[in-house]
């Protein structure tokens, strides 16, 4: 029942998953921002956003520069009940940035890479998110130890974001999930997730 369009070549263009049935204000949709602060091909992250379709949640991923982020977020918003905010790794710092949009009261932060030392605008500053009712993180565990078999180095510890950069309303409710079992880009297609394994990138 899946609806897919691809309109990746063109010039600040969108990806989306969809199933053209749960497109209502009873359903929740996911923007997503992926990996290289969203420079990633969002086609790497396919099975992934298949089985949030299969729980009728629409997905939609910007490409990189997107520029219409507002625009965007408020159509969706006249669509949909909810409009997630999710980012995986260094495009977690993406759709941070994101979230401040008003509209935006979710966040989901999968291995969430800390990225404001590039950017003068941001660094050493807080994220002001005031208008969040919650965040939930989620950690590939692997990513944040030394593991023997096979060998690898922790992956993203000193560089991971927390709350403490985020200035928040005291009632947002912060949420944390461990995924012991999980390395940092065991979302990714298995092709390309077993690339970065079997080269070491990242186990």
Do not use: W
């Not at 099975?47 to 507002?70: A, E, G, M, R, W």
């Not at 800390?114 to 969040?132: A, P, Q």
């Not at 709350?163 to 092709?191: M, P, S, V, W």
């Amino acid at each position: 029942n899946s609806y897919y369009e691809n309109m990746f070549h063109k010039p600040n263009a969108l990806y989306s998953v969809r199933n053209k049935n749960s497109i209502n204000k009873d359903t929740s949709c996911i923007l997503f921002l992926g990996g290289a602060s969203g420079f990633v091909a969002p086609q790497i992250y396919s099975d992934f956003f298949n089985k949030l379709v299969n729980y009728d949640i629409n997905v939609y991923c910007p490409t990189f520069n997107f520029q219409n982020n507002s625009q965007l977020i408020q159509k969706l918003n006249k669509k949909y009940k909810d409009v997630i905010l999710m980012g995986h790794s260094s495009g977690g710092t993406t759709a941070i940035n994101y979230a401040k949009n008003p509209l935006v009261k979710k966040l989901i932060l999968l291995d969430p890479v800390d990225t404001r030392f590039v950017n003068k605008k941001y660094r050493n500053k807080n994220h002001e998110l005031c208008n969040l009712e919650s965040i939930l993180f989620i950690t590939a565990e692997k990513s944040y130890k030394i593991n023997f078999n096979p060998f690898g180095l922790p992956f993203i510890p000193i560089l991971a974001v927390t709350e403490k950069i985020f200035n928040l309303k005291q009632t947002c409710k912060i949420l944390k999930l461990k995924a012991f079992d999980y390395g940092h880009r065991d979302i990714l297609d298995d092709y390309f997730s077993n690339f970065v394994h079997n080269t070491r990138i990242s186990v």
